[in-house]
């Protein structure tokens, strides 16, 4: 069984930088695709960035594009999310998910572990 945690959710200013962090337990193994989403109140779950082992197949949302950097590292099972130049419209819980296979998805269904998130607050 797979447990993610999530960790380094913060309240910051506009324009600043958080590291978010994930770290994963149970088989995580080279064949499972990471990502992180979030989701602000009332909207639907977002695929932000998503990765494959040894940092192949990296994507991002447009809307996080040249900001956010998505980071793996096999050996800890661990998954990371740079952000910086944050803005008030990226405030949201952050999860970190899991799935088996390499296809390129940053659509939520399609992922079978989640964490249970951390919170991403940005003021103007």
């Known amino acids: 069984q797979v447990q993610l945690v999530e960790s380094g959710g913060d309240s910051v200013q506009a324009g600043g930088s958080l590291t978010l962090s994930c770290a994963g337990s149970?088989?995580?193994?080279?064949?499972?695709?990471m990502a992180w989403f979030r989701q602000a109140p009332g909207r639907d779950r977002e695929g932000v960035a998503t990765?494959?082992?040894?940092?192949?197949?990296?994507g991002y949302a447009d809307s996080v594009k040249d900001r956010f950097t998505i980071s793996r590292d096999d050996r800890k099972n661990a998954v990371y999310l740079q952000m910086n130049s944050l803005k008030p419209e990226d405030t949201a819980i952050y999860y970190c998910?899991?799935?088996?296979?390499?296809?390129?998805?940053?659509?939520?269904?399609?992922?079978?572990?989640w964490g249970q998130g951390t919170q991403v607050t940005v003021s103007s």
């Open positions: 998910a899991a799935k088996r296979g390499l296809a390129y998805s940053v659509a939520a269904g399609e992922y079978t572990y």
């Open positions: 149970g088989y995580i193994s080279s064949f499972y695709r």
């Open positions: 990765i494959n082992s040894n940092g192949a197949g990296a």
